[in-house]
């Protein structure tokens, strides 16, 4: 393993795991969202149902992200 430099080391402490917390939670929902290919083979003929597509696609992972009701 090729050891870490300290300038490297002492950066990474100084900014902390906030900005990557974030950049993983968007790499994450891209992901998603690319995967997701609900109407896109069939029903995406009219301008309409091709822009609700990624609006389709948004809502339900938000709905799937929110806690379970008790």
């Known amino acids: ?12 402490k100084r900014k902390g795991a906030a900005p990557y917390k974030q950049r993983d939670t968007v ?3 891209i992901n998603k969202s690319e995967q997701w290919r609900g109407p896109a083979t069939r029903y995406d003929e ?10 389709l ?13 008790t």
């Open 1 to 12: 393993m090729i050891p870490e430099k300290a300038h490297q080391a002492a950066n990474r």
């Open 46 to 55: 009219d301008p309409e149902s091709h822009q609700a597509g990624p609006h």
């Open 57 to 69: 696609c948004g809502a339900l992972i938000w709905l799937r992200s929110l806690p379970a009701p």
């Open 27 to 29: 790499k994450r929902y």
